[in-house]
């Protein structure tokens, strides 16, 4: 994955409004099939942007390594998602 500056910076965009509607369905609804949902998008944008961050050879900043790992664990996921061949 090659991304600029741009898409970079909507990646992290993405991060932001899906955890800030992760936030907002745990207050609303427990339990609810939109809290799961919201929680599924919240980690597919992480690990979306984790990896264009990897692609740069940038380190992944702690509090996102630790978002991740609480949001696989709620998900269900065992690990990061093998990564594609250049």
């Known amino acids: 994955m090659n991304v ?7 990646l992290l965009a993405d991060v932001v409004r899906t955890r800030d509607e992760h936030r907002r369905e745990l207050q609303r609804r427990a339990g609810s099939p ?3 949902q ?3 998008a919240a980690l597919e944008a992480l690990e979306v942007y984790a990896a264009a961050l990897n692609d740069r050879r940038w380190p ?5 390594n ?11 996921h065992r690990r990061a998602p093998e990564r594609r061949p250049k």
């Open 4 to 10: 600029s500056d741009a898409d970079l910076q909507q």
């Open 38 to 40: 919201s929680r599924e």
């Open 66 to 76: 630790q978002d991740l790992r609480l949001l696989r664990a709620l998900c269900g």
């Open 34 to 36: 939109e809290l799961g």
């Open 60 to 64: 992944i900043p702690p509090r996102m």
